[in-house]
């Protein structure tokens, strides 16, 4: 599968965005998916991920109540909306997709990713 996030962009801090994934393939449906942002000189962490059937999402601590990820097997895609921004989620985001269980939290876990999507919080 591959997959293209897009939606990033400046946003002020307490703003909102909408990322999405688009993934090609017809085994979309198949993959836990996930979200990653990698800030510059940090490690790549775990934002987000949600099952093949759009459930259990779980979220890092840092976003949850205010980022929700969901997907749409139909379109195959899968976004992530981020409400209540803060400059401290300024970072390159990336999809990922998960062939196994699912749900993991750990960047070896993932099996497909796409390239990133900027997105920067102004103070």
């Known amino acids: 599968v591959q997959l293209q996030a897009y939606g990033g962009g400046l946003v002020q801090a307490g703003g909102s965005l909408r990322l999405s994934c688009a993934a090609s393939?017809?085994?979309?449906?198949?993959?836990?998916m996930g979200w990653f942002r990698q800030a510059p000189g940090k490690e790549r962490e775990f934002v987000a991920a949600?099952?093949?059937?759009?459930?259990?999402?779980v979220y890092a601590d840092s976003v949850k109540d205010r980022f929700t990820i969901f997907r749409d097997n139909t379109k195959n895609a899968m976004y992530l909306q981020m409400n209540t921004l803060k400059p401290e989620d300024t970072a390159v985001y990336y999809c990922?997709?998960?062939?196994?269980?699912?749900?993991?939290?750990?960047?070896?876990?993932?099996?497909?990713w796409g390239q990133g999507t900027q997105v920067t919080v102004s103070s």
């Open positions: 949600v099952s093949w059937r759009g459930s259990s999402p």
């Open positions: 990922a997709a998960d062939i196994g269980l699912g749900l993991s939290r750990e960047t070896s876990s993932y099996d497909y």
């Open positions: 393939g017809r085994t979309f449906s198949r993959y836990a």
